[in-house]
């Protein structure tokens, strides 16, 4: 049985695969139509969502499946006290396959020991998101045409954002990637993430904390919001969260053929002013994930067109 918790629980030839299919499926959605019929997804949410939730369910209806769900850990029996183990092992007999999201890093792996289907990882505490790191790779590679050789920038809450650990974990796998890092001291990249993806493998990176500095050396610039739900104190969220907003001002610095991503939501990191510049893509970011989490689904399931 297929789990997905960390994104390296993916081969890159997997995940070749997964962008295949994803293009297959942009192309001539109605073959999929029916692919999952009398399947069921269970979406479990824990934590907030609007992207990943909706995107998944959305999936798993294109794909002719159904779908069932909560939203917030509120209006599930968590809040009576359930356990993680114990609402899996239950929801497992009710659905094929469960996507969940977790406040708590390493739910997931509890997750696996009482599940008798397919575990996916919408997100755990300040951890990983390998769905997002999917999404993002289909992005880069339709808007660069290529995963490798790529000079990445991530700005912002490298510390608690889950989406730039899981994106550094899969793009370290690919030939001629450089890292730039770009965030708040406070806010650095965990040690974890730093060795066993970066230094480890001997990628070759460089830290800052001035985005105006680098932003014209720079294939793709990935901006991330500082999280303020993993703060242990408000002040120290509001003194930190504006650190960089991206202006139409900075973009002028950056490369013609940069690409501006962000797994969103955006709060103040992106001005909307530079929404229209034709080097934003975190919208179609974000459509793609529907196209690939479409894609990875089937997979799981084991099912073919
Ligand atoms: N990118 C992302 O995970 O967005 P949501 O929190 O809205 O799912």
């Given at each position: 049985?297929?789990?997905?918790?960390?994104?390296?629980?993916?081969?890159?030839?997997?995940?070749?695969?997964?962008?295949?299919?994803?293009?297959d499926i942009i192309a001539d959605p109605e073959k999929y139509n029916e692919v999952c019929r009398h399947k069921i997804l269970a979406t479990l949410?824990?934590?907030?969502?609007?992207r990943t939730r909706l995107s998944f369910e959305s999936a798993m209806l294109s794909l002719g499946g159904q779908v069932l769900g909560f939203s917030e850990a509120?209006?599930?029996?968590?809040?009576?006290?359930?356990?993680?183990?114990?609402?899996?092992?239950v929801v497992s007999g009710y659905a094929d396959i469960i996507a969940m999201r977790h406040p708590k890093e390493g739910a997931p792996h509890v997750a696996l020991t009482r599940s008798?289907?397919?575990?996916?990882?919408?997100?755990?505490?300040?951890?990983f998101h390998p769905t997002q790191t999917l999404?993002?790779?289909?992005?880069?590679?339709?808007?660069?045409?290529?995963?490798?050789?790529?000079?990445?920038?991530v700005c912002g809450d490298l510390k608690f954002g889950r989406?730039?650990?899981?994106?550094?974990?899969?793009?370290?796998?690919?030939?001629?990637?450089?890292?730039?890092?770009i965030s708040p001291v406070e806010l650095k990249l965990p040690s974890f993430v730093k060795k066993d993806y970066i230094k480890d493998k001997g990628i070759p990176y460089y830290q800052s904390t001035n985005l105006d500095d680098v932003i014209g050396d720079l294939d793709i610039l990935y901006m991330?919001?500082?999280?303020?739900?993993?703060?242990?104190?408000?002040?120290?969220?509001?003194?930190?969260?504006?650190?960089?907003?991206?202006?139409?001002?900075?973009?002028k610095k950056a490369s013609p053929d940069?690409?501006?991503?962000?797994?969103l939501p955006r709060v103040n990191e992106i001005s909307t002013a530079v929404d229209s510049d034709p080097r934003a893509c975190y919208f179609k970011q974000a459509r793609y994930g529907k196209f690939i989490r479409m894609a990875l689904i089937m997979d799981m399931l084991g099912v073919t067109v």
């Open positions: 049985m297929k789990n997905l918790i960390n994104i390296l629980d993916l081969s890159v030839e997997e995940i070749d695969s997964l962008i295949k299919v994803a293009d949410f824990f934590e907030p969502s609007t509120s209006s599930s029996s968590a809040a009576k006290g359930e356990s993680v183990a114990d609402t899996i092992a008798t289907v397919p575990i996916i990882n919408a997100g755990d505490g300040g951890h999404t993002d790779l289909l992005t880069i590679s339709h808007e660069k045409g290529r995963l490798n050789n790529l000079k990445i920038g989406t730039v650990h899981s994106l550094i974990a899969a793009m370290s796998r690919y030939t001629g990637i450089e890292f730039v890092l991330t919001r500082v999280q303020r739900e993993r703060f242990f104190n408000e002040e120290d969220y509001l003194r930190l969260k504006d650190s960089y907003i991206l202006t139409e001002e900075k973009m940069l690409r501006v991503m962000h797994p």
